[in-house]
């Protein structure tokens, strides 16, 4: 059965695509092209994705950590080498990276792998965040695992191809 494919770029419903970067062009894009199917979707879910990478209370480098996670365990290539650009322009070190890959025991992993599999935090774990984030942070950690889950998700099932000149970097899951 063939997926569903990407919208080519000169078909795409720009208002709708557009909430994700409001008043910018967007670059062809595979995940924007699988979103221009669906204007209405688009636009609801892209606001909401905007919200999540440009204004969210989290800092960068620890929303970047927490898709990396999600994208890793949802083995979704697309998401990862997305985020693995942005996470290191966000100044995650490639030590960062590795522990994401090898689900060190860190905090964030802790959380995201909670969240994942169990869709909730252990006391245990929510106490040691809730030291380091407020409640808003919180509450965008949680959204934010949530919202790349699920394009994880989408991304996996419609098997959205890599982007031209995207690397597929340290995505290898024999490790």
């Not at 890793?72 to 994401?100: F, S």
């Not at 929510?126 to 942070?137: P, S, T, V």
């Not at 419609?158 to 970097?169: I, Y």
Request: hydrophobic letters at 40%.
């Amino acid at each position: 059965m063939k997926r569903l494919s990407p919208l080519p770029h000169a078909e795409w419903d720009t208002e709708a695509l557009g909430a994700l970067a409001p008043g910018h062009p967007l670059p062809p894009s595979n995940a924007l092209g699988l979103f221009a199917q669906h204007p209405e979707l688009a636009k609801a879910f892209l606001t909401f994705n905007r919200y999540l990478l440009t204004a969210s209370t989290l800092p960068k480098r620890t929303r970047e950590l927490a898709i990396l996670r999600v994208a890793w365990r949802r083995r979704c290539r697309y998401e990862w080498a997305q985020h693995l650009l942005i996470a290191r322009r966000a100044g995650v070190t490639d030590e960062e990276i590795d522990e994401v890959r090898a689900g060190a025991p860190t905090l964030l992993n802790r959380a995201v792998d909670e969240l994942e599999t169990e869709s909730c935090l252990s006391d245990a774990t929510y106490q040691e965040l809730a030291a380091e984030l407020d409640g808003r942070r919180l509450m965008d950690l949680v959204f934010t695992v949530g919202s790349y889950g699920l394009l994880a998700a989408a991304f996996n099932t419609f098997e959205v191809e890599l982007d031209p000149g995207l690397p597929e970097e340290n995505f290898n899951f024999s490790d």
